[in-house]
């Protein structure tokens, strides 16, 4: 089993930047792939940002070149930091890996973009 926990989601105004946090314990031998997903009220989750262990990454469009994803192996922590937010980037942002043996979630961490 694995567990991952969230940080760093909260309010921001538009412009602003925020950082979020996902660290993965428990029965881990690889984590092939972190990444981060989304989901906005009345919308389907939708990829945000992922990161396979070799380092090679996959971002929507609607954030290339404003969010970086990396990650911290020795940690098992993947990171999102995301720059000049939109209203637009307003949803609950989930953490995702894959490891030997399966894919699990976080459970969320709520970023709003307002004025």
């Known amino acids: 089993q694995v567990q991952l926990v969230e940080s760093g989601g909260g309010l921001v105004q538009p412009g602003g930047s925020l950082r979020l946090s996902c660290t993965a314990s428990?029965?881990?031998?690889?984590?092939?792939?972190m990444g981060w997903y989304r989901q906005a009220p009345g919308k389907q989750r939708e990829l945000v940002a992922t990161?396979?262990?070799?380092?090679?990454?996959d971002y929507a469009g609607s954030v290339k070149g404003r969010f970086t994803i990396s990650r911290d192996n020795a940690k098992n922590t993947v990171y999102l930091q995301m720059n000049r937010l939109k209203p637009e980037d307003t949803a609950v942002y989930y953490c995702?890996?894959?490891?030997?043996?399966?894919?699990?979630w976080g459970q969320g961490t709520q970023v709003t973009v307002s004025s």
């Open positions: 428990g029965n881990i031998f690889n984590i092939y792939v």
């Open positions: 990161m396979s262990d070799t380092g090679s990454t």
């Open positions: 995702k890996v894959a490891v030997t043996g399966g894919e699990y």
